[in-house]
């Protein structure tokens, strides 16, 4: 829930989004099991979203990624040389292509989920995940990073 | 849950430079249009990196570049390196965006304040007991006290000790007020109400107001604890408070309406029995939607410095 909330980049204080999550799935009428995780992650989403229209952050997303995990290449092998590239590629993203991102790569989550959690059309999911990974990868090509 | 649905899907697609191989629509995100397979007949610009790509991501079967992929070994390649790029992309991601440590998932750690009234265990005989320990020798003292007084103002000399139930219907007669000024200095100082207020996020004095449609309004005189300002509305439970009469109201929670007049779920902090233990003596429950609040009338002469911690 953090690293969605943190990569959502709405607003600095992710630990008062992410209480505000726990209050709010406390308080709800939980739905029917069949549907909890497309409820579940839209309440996260949406929490994300309302904070920041409250408390909008005035950093960059690939600013304070830079923040809470500093470039190391040298700890991390050449391929974290294009940290950086990623870094940017990430922050230019729009908050709904990095939404994509979080939920397929940091929860894993099904695609028909995704669609539910960002109440979008399977096809919107498909589109933005296609588009986010794309951008992403030419980030790692920029610096010669793709494979041949 | 406030919800915000994306107005914008389509337009985002769009926005966000969906390529042609990906529609919006559910439907086949990685099949070119059939224009572009008349006039694009090469093999390879026809399965080119945006179809394979969908294909990786798993968006689409793509029966055709499936069977292509059997038969083209280059094609294979192609898909294995896209493939691995993909990794190369899922681990940055892992390294830009580090989980947080074990120690973040810690209730008890300073940054879940604000959670503890949810994160408490179900409420235990011990816990019962604890929270008793605190409650019924303040509200006993104030009863007892509150009666007395009554009782001296109305009949002269003291002559006998009241059961709380009586107490509480005196304490509760619309006349009399149900704490005496001296009896919230004495028997319920800035000492013990702390200890009552730990139990609360949220607590204020108000000035009762006019009750219509079930709901009371509270006009917030003093902020004790949590943020409120402004009229607070509250459902009436067992009965309002007169009208003009200062009030201490306790919630579970800060969570008030961001308006300040809108009620909304609050949970507090006390369990169910002691929760119906008060509500047998004098002091009310009020209810922000199916939760309840304590309340505790004042004397319209007490002194809110001595009282308030």
Redesign the interface.
């Known amino acids: 829930m ?2 969605i909330l ?2 959502q980049g709405y607003c600095d204080e992710v ?1 008062d989004a992410v ?1 505000e999550v ?3 799935v ?3 009428e939980l739905p029917a099991e069949e549907v909890f995780l497309g409820w579940f992650y ?2 996260i ?3 994300g ?2 904070l920041g229209r409250r408390r909008r952050t005035r950093q960059g997303l690939a600013q304070r ?1 830079e923040q ?2 500093p470039a190391r290449p040298h700890d ?1 092998g050449p ?2 040389a ?2 950086p590239a ?2 940017a590629a ?1 922050g230019d993203l ?1 908050p ?2 990095r939404e994509v ?2 939920l397929r ?2 929860v894993d989550l099904p ?1 028909e989920e995704i669609a539910a959690a ?7 999911v ?12 030419e980030a ?2 920029t610096h010669g ?4 | ?6 107005k914008n ?2 337009a ?2 769009r ?5 042609p ?7 086949t ?1 990685s099949v070119p249009d059939e224009r572009s397979r008349t006039t694009v007949p090469d093999e390879r610009a026809r399965l080119d990196d ?1 179809r394979l ?2 294909y990786a ?4 079967d793509d029966a055709e570049l499936a069977a292509a992929l059997a038969e083209d070994e280059e094609l294979r390649r192609r898909l ?3 493939q ?3 990794d ?6 892992e ?6 440590d074990e120690v ?1 998932a810690d209730p008890a750690a300073a ?2 304040d ?2 503890r009234p ?1 994160l408490a265990p179900p409420p235990e005989r011990r816990t019962a007991r604890r929270r008793w320990r605190v409650l019924v020798p303040a509200l006993g003292a104030i009863l007892a006290v509150a009666v007395v007084g009554a009782f001296v103002l109305r009949s002269g000399p003291l002559v006998s000790q009241r059961s709380t139930d009586e107490a509480g219907t005196a304490a509760e007669s619309a006349d009399a007020p149900a704490v005496g000024a001296d009896a919230s200095k004495s028997a319920h100082g800035a000492g013990d109400l702390a200890a009552d207020l730990e139990l609360f996020e949220t607590a204020f004095v108000a000035r009762a107001g006019e009750v219509a449609d079930g709901r009371q309004r509270f006009t917030v005189v003093r902020q004790v604890k949590g943020t409120v300002t402004g009229d607070v509305y509250v459902k009436v439970v067992d009965r309002p408070i007169p009208a003009e009469t200062l009030t201490l109201v306790m919630f579970g ?1 800060g ?1 008030l309406g961001a308006d300040g007049d809108v009620p909304v ?1 609050a ?1 507090t902090a006390l369990d169910a029995e002691a929760l119906q233990r008060i509500r047998a003596t004098a002091f009310l429950t009020l209810d922000a939607q199916g939760v309840s609040a304590v309340v505790i009338p004042l004397p319209p002469d007490v002194d809110l410095d001595q009282l308030l911690p």
């Open positions: 953090h690293r943190f990569l630990d209480q726990f209050i709010k406390f308080r709800a839209r309440l989403l949406n929490t979203r309302d990624l809470v995990a991390e391929r974290a294009a940290d990623l870094r990430l729009g709904e292509l991102v979080a790569y940091f695609l960002q109440d979008v059309p399977l096809g919107t498909k589109s933005r995940l296609h588009t986010a990974m794309k951008r992403l990868r790692l090509e990073f793709v494979h041949d | 849950m406030t919800d915000t649905p994306d899907t389509e985002d697609a926005d966000e430079g969906a390529t191989s990906v529609p919006d629509n559910g439907a995100p945006d790509l969908a991501l798993g968006l689409d294995d390196a896209l691995a790029d993909l190369e992309v899922g681990a940055g991601l390294r830009l965006v580090p989980a947080p973040y940054r879940w604000g959670l949810f929670t969570a779920p949970r």
